[in-house]
């Protein structure tokens, strides 16, 4: 992106990523766990040139003093995206028929392997979907004339002589905040999200169907909370936001922690909201005043998501430590949001 511009990542992103999709049919064909684990590698590093590219965009079209209202209206349609996934297409893939070698009917038609092969065709259809979207949206900015932007003394396409990877950019405090307040916050967000449904059916005792629609429910307040926070940013700073909303997610992980069961599954859904500005708003508070290294720190911003690596891990094992202190494993994303109420409150300052 340094080297030509932003367009040149986004579209990259996009044919990277439609092409994870497309190779979903032979990964199918093999039935093997580690052809599904590079599909979605190569689908994520699609999708990770894509958010390099297009948050800091978005941030640079327009008046800085409403980047990260702007950044948080395009996010918010990613909030929309989740939602109908989570909400309607789940029910496409997921058909509530959870079997293993030992409790397949006898009856069922072409025993396991029969029932292995109808789980994975109902994938199918929606990675071919995702990837002739991805592919059509790639031609539509190929066509599009997208203005080039000047960051700094530098304008897109011209080639200067510093590093095209500088890693002086961490030097920065309130971006080297803001990047450890990225980590915490992803891992923190992930940690609920990749374990919802087995919160919802080991311990709320909800069966597939309903916690398919919880979890439809879930990325709807997501989504809401996004379009309702970009609408306050009008009258209220965003780092204010970040804070406030931060506080409360810590206050609603505690209690997840005392009570659990259905009180922990609502308290998640009030997570939802409120973490729902966090990410595009520590983005674009992090990469204020960078310049011509805009670049490089959404680099870093979306290296960040990294913590999705780790804290979710560290999560799941402590949920399982035993069943009946299960609660306990929320001290993880309750410490991560910590991190992002001091981004909003001292972290995003810009002192050097």
């Known amino acids: 992106m340094k080297r030509y511009s932003y367009k040149a990542g986004i579209i990259l992103g996009l044919f990277i990523a439609a092409t994870g999709g497309l190779l979903f049919f032979p990964a199918a064909a093999l039935q093997s766990y580690w052809a599904y684990l590079v599909i979605f590698f190569i689908i994520a590093t699609g999708f990770c040139f894509l958010e390099t590219a297009a948050n800091p965009y978005v941030k640079a079209l327009g008046d800085p003093t409403t980047a990260t209202r702007r950044l948080n209206l395009a996010q918010s349609f990613n909030g929309l995206g989740a939602f109908v996934s989570a909400m309607f297409l789940s029910k496409l893939v997921l058909s509530g028929q959870n079997y293993s070698r030992a409790t397949i009917p006898s009856d069922y038609p072409g025993g396991w392997a029969g029932y292995i092969k109808f789980e994975t065709d109902a ?38 002589k510093n590093k095209l990877f ?13 990047v450890i307040a990225q980590f915490f916050y992803n891992g923190g967000q992930t940690s609920i999200n990749s374990l919802f449904l087995v919160y919802c059916c080991t311990y709320a005792g909800l069966d597939e169907t309903k916690a398919t629609t919880f979890f439809g429910l879930y990325m709807l307040t997501f989504f809401i909370g996004r379009w309702i926070g970009t609408l306050l940013m009008v009258k209220f700073k965003p ?54 290294n ?14 999705n690596a780790f804290l979710p891990q560290v999560t799941a094992y402590i949920m399982h430590l035993n069943p009946i202190y299960y609660k306990v494993a929320y001290i993880i994303p309750f410490v ?13 300052k810009i002192r050097d």
């Open 336 to 348: 991560s949001f910590m991190f992002c109420a001091y981004y909003g409150w001292k972290g995003y």
């Open 166 to 178: 500088d890693f002086e950019v961490l030097k920065r405090r309130h971006f080297r905040w803001g």
């Open 294 to 307: 805009t670049k490089v720190g959404s680099a870093f911003l979306v290296m960040a998501i990294i913590g």
């Open 123 to 160: 994938i199918k259809p929606p990675y071919l979907i995702l990837a002739s979207v991805l592919i059509v949206i790639a031609i539509v900015f190929i066509i599009a004339h997208l203005p080039k932007i000047k960051e700094g003394n530098v304008e897109e396409g011209v080639v200067v």
């Open 239 to 292: 780092q204010n936001m970040l804070l406030l909303y931060s506080l409360i997610n810590v206050a609603l992980c505690g209690v997840i922690m005392i009570y659990g069961g259905l009180i922990g599954l609502y308290a998640m859904l009030a997570i939802s909201f409120f973490m729902s500005i966090i990410y595009p708003t520590q983005f674009s508070l992090a990469l204020e005043d960078l310049g011509s």
